[in-house]
């Protein structure tokens, strides 16, 4: 057997949810071996094993019908985004896929998971996240350091209000990028946070 590796494959965000289509899933069967492993992860995207001589041509061919392509491990996961119940505009949803066209595959310390709600009903559980990101009318809240798993799981800790959509994308990679230089080893980051001040990171943030 030759060797392979791992492929992170989602959906595109869109209203109504990140959703796979027949056809996508078939062209994720056709393209893998029979012998590879295919795993539902918690963040809503296949783990895809690929032939590593194949993996160009591959990821080529997920991305033509549609699918996102990210590394898998140790990175920023694509966006867990609501569904958009509210609409396209209201919702931000272009403002949803220039942040998870920024954030998904970067390196970090541990895997790291962002949520995007497009209204104050949450239902992408965004105090659940590492990093949440609230749509409030026309601005954004911004909160850090949610845990849902483990007898220490929390709500994540309001980090800033009042963010534009043009500023999103800034203050979210300045948070992961000071996370990243700042983690002790393979420190998760809801214990980044606690070990940091809220001052310390809206400093950062700004």
Known sequence: MGEFMKWAVSPAIQVGGSLFTPEQLAKIGTLTDSDAR???TSFKQLYVQVPV????????EL??????????????????ACNFCK???????????????????????????????GCALGTSEPLLKDIGV???????????????????AGMAKLLC???????????????IDFYKEHAKGKEKFS????????????????
């Open 161 to 175: 209000s009042g963010i534009t959509k043009d500023q999103l994308v800034h203050v979210v990679t300045n948070i």
């Open 134 to 152: 609230v749509k409030m009318r026309d601005t954004y809240d911004i909160y850090v350091g949610g845990e849902p798993k483990g007898i220490k």
């Open 53 to 60: 001589d194949r993996q160009d041509a591959i990821k080529d």
């Open 191 to 206: 214990k980044f946070v606690d070990r940091m001040t809220l001052e310390q990171l809206q400093i950062i943030a700004a």
């Open 87 to 117: 609409g396209e505009e209201a919702a931000g949803l272009e403002t949803a896929r220039l942040l998870n066209q920024a954030i998904a595959g970067i390196e970090t310390p541990t895997p790291m998971k962002i949520g995007y709600a």
């Open 38 to 40: 295919i795993e539902m």
């Open 63 to 80: 991305e033509r019908v549609g699918l996102e392509v990210n590394p898998a491990g140790f990175v920023t996961k694509a966006l867990i």
